[in-house]
Structures are given as C-alpha cells and as structure tokens.
C-alpha cells in the first residue's frame, strides 16, 4: 500500500439547488470566479498537492466538468501566436489519464457519492475535495493538509469555526486533545441543531482518508436529511484509526452559497493583477 495520497475524489454529481435558475441546465462546479470555473480551482489545489489522479463522481447533465479538462483543437489552433488565451487553455488540459469518471446514478448522500469511487480508489489513501469550498491560500488548504497528514497518517479533516447558528450546515466535531492548529476528533455528529452541537469546530470541503472507510460506507445506512452520511462513516472508524481536524490556513469562499459566490467573485478579482485595479476604483466608487 503506498504512503502518498495520490488520488482525490471530486464528488460532483449534486444538482446545485441553492444557485438555480444558474444551474438549471449548468453544471454548479462551471460557475466561474473571474474567468475560472469552480472545478478548475479544486483540480489546480490537488495538483500542487500532489494528487496525480482527480476522480470525479458526476452524473446527468454534468459532461461539461470534463470536457473542460480536454483539448480544444479548435480554439487552441484559432488562439496560436496569441499568449494569454494560450496560456489560460494551457492550465485546464489535463495530462493523459489524469482525469477518470464514475457515475453516482442516484442522489444519496455525499458517502454514496465517495462510495461510488472505490473501485478506482483501490486500497490507499485517498483525498477528498468538495469544489464548492473555495479555499484560497499559499500553500493551497490540501497542500497544507498533505504536509500535516504525512506525519500524522490516519484519517485528517479540514476544520473551520462556525458561528453557532450555523452548526447544522456542517459536520461538527467533538474536539480532544488540541495541539496548535490540530485538533483530536473524539466524536463527529452530522448537521446538529445549535442547541446540541457539542462545538462550533465544522468539517470543510476537505478531507484525507484512509481506504477502511470506503467498506463502511458500503455497510451504511442513511443517516441525517435521509441520505448516506460520509461523516457517519467517519464516526464509525474513530478509535481505529487516529483522526484529527486542522485548521488550514485558507480562506473559505462557500460558492455553493449565492452571497458566498459573489464574494468570492470580489475577492479573487481584487487580488487578480490584471482586473484588481479596475474592481477596486469601481467598488471605491460606489
Ligand atoms: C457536506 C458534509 C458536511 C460538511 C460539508 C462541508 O455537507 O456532509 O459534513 O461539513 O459538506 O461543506 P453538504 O454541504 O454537502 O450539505
């Protein structure tokens, strides 16, 4: 079994409710921050993770993830000599057998979702990136992550403090023992309501995990909103295997989220060299 965390699942099948009429006939992971489509920025963060294979769990109406991945004969002969198309093509040719895809035929849970990939996963550690957590930071959240896990070994989330009346949008953790930025996982419930939420410690869009998950998952029930739980899994494997959330240090745009999107929009492009400037004098005129 090897040691590096070489593949990621990219569970990419969801229908994207929260930002309709935008996704109605779009796939929610093409939304685009600035001139990049979500998927793109999650693919680039396990790039420079280190991930070699990005195993996108899709569904119906969502081939346009992949076909942005490919080669545009078309545009890339129509944009030679012209170096900044060229260059920005460049960044979402994946190498060949870089990308695979498995269908999640039917909606039931974030863990069906990863389930779904085990036969590609096989038996090693494996990452999960869910796009619609925008992380932005240097090194990237998964990078971090890596780093962190490399010592740690086990299964390690990405953890964020929420405020307290958000606690039922997220995984929560019961923290044990805390070291820095590391935090022990003693226990980890799905979407608690505020009054029951053992703290405001929340599992992000990020996770590193060990393959013994995946024959959990297979056993699962559903668990919380009726649908098959990957934290559940998770919960089950506590004592196991050692289990820690980290506190990367990233910003998180949640672009799953319409008010999180547009800021995301903002942000990005106020950091971006070629349009900052421009977004900046705007909004100061506002
Ligand atoms: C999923 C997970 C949840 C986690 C969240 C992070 O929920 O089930 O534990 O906290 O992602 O974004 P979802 O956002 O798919 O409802």
Not at 27 to 54: C, H, N, S
Request: hydrophobic share 45%; glycine share 10%.
């Amino acid at each position: 079994m090897t040691n590096r965390v070489r593949k990621a699942i990219f569970p990419v099948a969801g229908l994207g409710t929260r930002l309709l009429p935008a996704t109605k006939s779009m796939p929610k992971e093409m939304l685009t921050i600035v001139d990049r489509p979500l998927i793109q920025y999650a693919v680039d963060e396990a790039r420079e993770a280190g991930i070699e294979q990005m195993i996108f769990v899709t569904g119906r109406g969502k081939s346009a993830i992949v076909d942005h991945f490919d080669v545009a004969f078309e545009l890339e002969s129509t944009m030679r000599g012209k170096a900044r198309s060229l260059e920005a093509l460049d960044r979402s040719r994946a190498g060949f057998g870089e990308i695979v895809t498995v269908r999640q035929q039917q909606p039931l849970g974030l863990g069906h979702a990863v389930w779904c990939a085990r036969h590609i996963v096989g038996n090693e550690p494996f990452a999960v990136i869910l796009p619609d957590d925008l992380m932005v930071g240097s090194p990237g959240a998964l990078k971090q992550m890596v780093d962190a896990w490399e010592t740690l070994g086990g299964n390690l989330i990405a953890g964020e403090e929420v405020p307290a009346d958000k606690t039922a949008s997220y995984g929560i953790v019961t923290p044990g023992k805390q070291d820095g930025a590391l935090t022990a996982v003693a226990a980890l419930v799905e979407k608690p309501a505020p009054e029951v939420a053992p703290s405001r410690l929340a599992v992000i869009g990020r996770y590193i995990l060990q393959p013994e998950v995946l024959a959990v998952l297979g056993k699962s029930e559903a668990g919380a909103g009726g649908e098959i739980q990957l934290t559940d899994a998770l919960a089950a494997m506590i004592g196991k295997q050692p289990f820690n959330a980290l506190k990367v240090d990233a910003v998180r745009h949640d672009c799953g989220d319409r008010a999180g999107f547009v800021i995301a929009n903002i942000a990005l492009a106020l950091d971006r060299p070629d349009v900052g400037g421009t977004v900046r004098d705007f909004i100061a005129g506002l």
